[in-house]
């Protein structure tokens, strides 16, 4: 969603504002803008529809040594030109860029309408640039400072006076935004990929931080004016990771990268000898990770389903009771929180709203909560008692792939250390690990029959509507399956439990819908084979994703087959194939893969 990008330095600004947009647009937007400061004064350039659309609107002398930029994805008012940002001050001195939401803009909007000023926007945003123009203060820091005083919401906010071309004041409450230090120039963005192609030094603002930036430097500091002195780290990422290095979509790119991103994820979080995982960011020693009595998964969407492979993987290895909800829908259901409950917050951006709010509603009501995050310095991450990042890298595609394996890997390592710190013996634990450090391979060995899967795929993509089906270790894969097929190929796919069938959706069953089976070879596997042929007696296509051992498939082609790995670890192997399916379907289909319509990257918004 929203983005803001932001530039301050011996170059000109606006091509630096552009690449940030470009960058950006992945996150999901429906309109872009920026604001160069020039020596006429602030100049706003604004549109509707693509980031190069924006670029072709752009007057050919433009140039300025400041200035800011944003992708909106429109919340309040429609998407017009009006609303995008940057959204200005009456007199066009001050500019203001912004992602999330300002909640008492109307009625500050009101009062401003009473003393005689006028709008021309729908936006919260411009609200603010309203307030900062009328305050008063000689510095653009007091001013802004003033503004937000006044508001209450969550915000990143870059602003810009056109009185003071050098610096840009930017403040964050609950929204991300990240300074990029460069040689004698800096950069703001609400996203690493954005920064990255110009430094790799950043720091990462907390919450209700602010930082006036200029061609020489930064300063941080609080509301309170205290300087909160600030020392940039060095991050790991390369200018590659945000680019499609010839591949056609980003989707697949981060699909065939799983082999190598797995691979660097587990390294150093293994211990074989004792059979456990090393997890010093949890911040929680095995006395404390003893005394938990059960564990709840909280995420969105498909980070919710790795969540329910992630509470069967707690239940399997340490024996406590776990269980995964939406966090979207735990944080309005005033949940009671029980002090000997380990909350987990799963999130690869981790700037999801819902998730977000569910982590506050946690700590708000005492209990402990960690992060199975991606983004390092991300608003979960930061929020969180502890956690494991994921490290899969940048993750550009909508539908996210590799960073839901990284999260069931994670909570592998997880449930191996709780598991250890119980009855899981060290035997077991080993094989544990074993199996994890057997994943990598694994990951290529099913990457390796692509071909195969993507003839299933085009052929599955003719279906108007699939079932995904699967039981118990089988069934969050299946929902995942379904949720990942739907996202990009604009298909109606349901996930059922094989086992729910026969209670109704049996009826839908006949020979133009298919069934994707989840067959893992397990203690089910039986009762997995009974509800194939419930299926195949009426006439329906069954693709099943199963294991070289289930012989009562082997037979009837168009199989697709994963190695086998423990027991408790299949899950996150019988996820790839699923992630090709819903590629490749897609891919035949001819659609806008990594930016399936009405989806953003990270949902920023209730
Ligand atoms: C599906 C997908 C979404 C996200 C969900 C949570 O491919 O990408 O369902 O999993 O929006 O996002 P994060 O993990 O960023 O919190």
């Not at 956690?387 to 590799?402: D, M, N, R």
């Not at 209670?503 to 067959?519: F, K």
Request: proline letters at 4%.
């Amino acid at each position: 969603m929203c983005g803001i990008v932001a530039y301050v330095g011996s170059q000109n600004a606006a091509p630096i504002l552009m690449e940030g947009l470009f960058r950006l647009e992945y996150r999901g937007y429906d309109s872009a803008g920026i604001a160069v400061m020039t020596a006429r004064g602030s100049q706003v350039c604004k549109q509707v529809g693509r980031v190069r659309e924006l670029e072709a609107a752009l007057p050919r002398r433009l140039a300025g040594k400041a200035g800011i930029g944003h992708t909106r994805w429109a919340t309040h008012g429609a998407v017009t030109q009006e609303n995008a940002h940057p959204q200005v001050s009456e007199d066009g001195r001050i500019s203001v860029v912004h992602n999330g939401i300002i909640d008492n803009a109307m009625d500050l909007r009101e009062v401003l309408i009473g003393k005689g000023e006028t709008f021309s926007s729908e936006t919260d945003t411009e609200v603010v640039a309203h307030l900062i123009a009328r305050s008063g203060g000689d510095r653009l820091e007091d001013a802004v400072l003033d503004a937000l005083g006044q508001i209450t919401g969550t915000y990143a906010l870059a602003v810009t006076d056109a009185d003071h071309p050098d610096r840009i004041v930017v403040a964050t409450n609950g929204s991300t935004l990240i300074l990029g230090v460069g040689d004698r120039e800096m950069f703001v963005a609400s996203d690493l990929s954005a920064l990255v192609r110009h430094t790799t030094s950043v720091v990462h603002l907390d919450d209700g931080e602010l930082a006036t930036v200029t061609a020489s430097g930064f300063r941080t500091f609080s509301k309170e004016q205290e300087n909160t002195a600030k020392t940039p780290v060095s991050i790991d990422l390369q200018a590659e990771d945000v680019d499609l290095g010839g591949h056609q979509h980003f989707m697949r790119k981060e699909i065939l990268e799983q082999p190598s991103s797995t691979e660097r994820m587990l390294r150093g979080r293994l211990d074989e000898r004792y059979g456990t995982a090393r997890l010093d960011g949890l911040n929680l020693g095995p006395r404390e990770l003893r005394g938990f009595r059960r564990l709840k998964m909280l995420g969105c969407g498909s980070a919710y389903y790795v969540g329910q492979i992630g509470a069967q993987l707690v239940e399997e290895l340490a024996r406590m009771p776990a269980d995964a909800e939406p966090a979207s829908e735990f944080r309005y259901r005033n949940p009671v929180i029980e002090p000997d409950t380990l909350y987990v917050a799963v999130s690869q951006s981790g700037e999801t709203a819902d998730t977000a709010f569910a982590v506050r509603e946690v700590k708000r009501k005492g209990g402990q909560v960690v992060g199975l995050v991606n983004v390092v310095g991300s608003t979960i991450a930061r929020e969180c008692d502890g956690g494991i990042y994921l490290h899969a890298g940048p993750e550009i595609a909508v539908a996210s792939t590799k960073a839901l394996t990284h999260m069931g890997l994670g909570f592998a390592l997880l449930a191996l250390a709780l598991g250890r710190v119980r009855d899981l013996s060290i035997t077991d634990g080993q094989r544990i690990a074993s199996g994890l450090l057997a994943l990598p391979d694994q990951i290529a060995q099913v990457l390796a029959d692509e071909p195969a899967i993507a003839e299933i795929a085009a052929s599955l993509a003719a279906a108007r509507s699939l079932f995904f089906i699967g039981r118990v270790r089988g069934f969050p894969v299946a929902r995942e399956g379904a949720q990942k097929f739907k996202e990009v190929t604009y298909r109606h796919a349901e996930a059922y439990q094989a086992s729910e069938l026969k209670h109704g959706p049996l009826a839908l069953i006949d020979a133009s819908l298919p069934t994707v089976a989840v067959v893992p070879d397990d203690e089910l596997k039986g009762r997995n084979l009974t509800a194939i042929e419930q299926i195949a007696a009426r006439g329906g296509r069954v693709v099943p994703i199963t294991h070289p051992g289930v012989a009562e498939l082997a037979a009837r082609g168009a199989n697709i087959t994963v190695p086998k790995n423990e027991l408790e670890l299949d899950p996150i192997l019988l996820t790839i194939p699923v992630q090709l399916l819903a590629y490749h379907a897609a891919h035949a289909l001819g659609l806008d893969i990594d930016k399936p319509r009405n989806l953003a990257k990270s949902v920023t918004v209730e």
